[in-house]
């Protein structure tokens, strides 16, 4: 059964710093591009950023030079360094899996993070 399990969110102020993290069970995580996406409410669920089973990582035009996607193989996790938050990233956080072969994706419930003052 494939698990991708996020946590690290929450509450930060602007300017703030965050840590999102995603294991993952039940796949063969080297096989796999990572990716994190958000979702505000009312909107439509975005790539964040995105990180290919080589190591290749592609990020959305409103979060590069501040957000950080990493891998670690060894852990079957993908993690996100979320810093120089501000109130417009507040959303949720999900996690996606896809499989470079097949293209088969797996998401994450979600994590929420919120920026506030």
């Known amino acids: 059964q494939v698990q991708l399990v996020e946590s690290g969110g929450g509450l930060v102020q602007p300017g703030g710093s965050l840590r999102l993290s995603c294991t993952t069970s039940?796949?063969?995580?080297?096989?796999?591009?990572m990716g994190w996406y958000r979702q505000a409410p009312g909107k439509q669920r975005d790539l964040v950023a995105r990180?290919?089973?080589?190591?290749?990582?592609n990020y959305a035009d409103s979060v590069k030079g501040r957000f950080t996607i990493s891998r670690d193989n060894a852990k079957n996790t993908v993690y996100l360094q979320m810093n120089s938050l501000d109130l417009e990233d507040t959303a949720v956080y999900y996690c996606?899996?896809?499989?470079?072969?097949?293209?088969?994706?797996?998401w994450g419930q979600g994590t929420q993070v919120t920026v506030s003052s």
């Open positions: 990180i290919t089973s080589r190591g290749t990582t």
């Open positions: 039940g796949i063969v995580f080297l096989r796999y591009h």
């Open positions: 996606n899996a896809q499989n470079s072969f097949t293209m088969t994706q797996n």
